[in-house]
């Protein structure tokens, strides 16, 4: 394999790992809060219609993406309220966030696109384009260092690079703030935080805004930057990768980036080896498309160990009289 499949694989891997960082991050703010969230699919999915509905009728795709957030934010404070103000459980809670959206989605899409569920396709100004960094071509005639820079670097989307910013700054947010100190100790020990007179539902509803938030960009990122459009379930089970990923990193912001590169990897990997053959012999298509869910089960299965997630998660607070 030459450098330039290298580089083509490498890039692929960012651009393919980017919703898996953004829904990543996303649940690990709601669950450092203590608020479990297998919803980040149907959250993800809800972002992904709504961007791409009014990035249709618009022709913006700034507008669809906050469009995108704006749903997702709405989904995941109905998760919330349903979570944490009704005391209810929090994995039902968030299994009805994804059947609604799965079946909400295709429902508005046929009702007003009559297109099967999907959006029409979106023009030039309704998706994001790619960025090309300063000086990008000319130094791209640089042996090995120009390529990297020029085809590795340069030319993502900007959810690309937002994705990757919010590593160190989430991980900022999360170790170095006033915020961030509460959010982790309302995940672990909420009654101390109470005895505080910090209130345990209003950290956890911010932190549920922040999920919808970053929810809101990665379904965006499928349906106005890497898509041209929404189209049924196009989402695939990300969210549940996403999950699994942050299980994975054991709730840490910089072990979730690479976890999720792992699993951006492995999906641009299959991609380039669809049709590749073992002794002669042609390896089914499906075999090589559930590659990465396999091996996210053998990760999980096999190598991460003991993974100790907060010790209030998935434990609604109720305070005591």
Same mark, same amino acid.
């Given at each position: 394999m030459d450098a330039a499949a290298i580089i083509s694989?490498?890039?692929?891997?960012?651009?393919?790992? +980017?919703?898996?960082?953004?829904?990543?991050?996303? $649940?690990?703010?709601?669950?450092?809060?203590?608020?479990?969230d297998i919803g980040l699919e149907g959250k993800m999915l809800a972002a992904a219609?709504? @961007? /791409?509905?009014?990035?249709?009728? %618009?022709?913006?795709?700034?507008l669809g993406l906050l469009a995108g957030i704006g749903v997702s934010v709405a989904t995941a404070l109905l998760q919330g309220a349903a979570a944490i103000s009704l005391k209810g459980n929090q994995l039902i809670a968030g299994v009805a966030i994804n059947m609604l959206a799965a079946g909400?989605? %295709?429902?508005?899409? &046929? &009702?007003?696109?009559? &297109?099967? /569920?999907? +959006?029409?396709?979106?023009?030039?100004?309704?998706?994001f384009s790619t960025i090309d960094l300063p000086f990008a071509h000319e130094l791209s005639g640089i042996p090995i260092l120009g390529p990297i820079y020029a085809e590795l670097i340069s030319g993502h989307y900007i959810l690309v690079y937002v994705a990757f910013i919010m590593v160190p700054v989430t991980a900022y947010v999360l170790y170095r +703030?006033?915020? $961030?100190?509460?959010?982790?100790a309302v995940g672990e020990n909420p009654k101390a935080v109470d005895t505080a007179g910090i209130s345990?539902?209003?950290?956890?509803?911010?932190?549920?805004?922040? +999920?919808?938030?970053?929810?809101?960009? @990665?379904?965006?990122?499928?349906?106005?930057?890497? $898509?041209?459009?929404?189209g049924?379930?196009? %989402?695939? /089970? !990300?969210?549940?990768?996403?999950?699994?990923?942050?299980?994975?990193?054991k709730w840490k912001p910089l072990p979730a980036m690479f976890t999720c590169l792992l699993f951006g990897f492995l999906d641009a990997a299959q991609i380039r080896l669809q049709g590749a053959r073992v002794f002669d012999i042609e390896v089914p298509v499906q075999a090589? &498309?559930?590659?990465?869910?396999?091996? %996210?089960?053998?990760?999980? @299965? /096999?190598?991460?160990? !003991?993974?100790?997630g907060p010790k209030a998660g998935g434990i609604p607070y109720t305070k005591e009289r």
């Open positions: 694989i490498l890039d692929a891997t960012l651009r393919l790992s +980017t919703p898996l960082l953004l829904a990543c991050l996303a $649940g690990l703010y709601s669950e450092r809060a203590g608020v479990f219609f709504g @961007a /791409g509905a009014v990035a249709a009728v %618009t022709g913006s795709a700034w909400l989605c %295709t429902f508005l899409g &046929q &009702q007003w696109f009559h &297109q099967g /569920g999907r +959006t029409p396709a979106l023009g030039p100004n309704g998706r +703030t006033r915020f $961030g100190l509460r959010l982790r345990v539902n209003k950290l956890r509803y911010q932190a549920v805004i922040i +999920t919808g938030l970053l929810c809101g960009l @990665a379904g965006a990122y499928f349906s106005i930057a890497q $898509g041209s459009g929404f049924n379930n196009m %989402t695939a /089970g !990300k969210g549940f990768i996403a999950l699994a990923a942050l299980i994975f990193a090589i &498309q559930a590659l990465p869910y396999v091996l %996210t089960v053998v990760l999980l @299965a /096999g190598f991460i160990g !003991k993974a100790v």
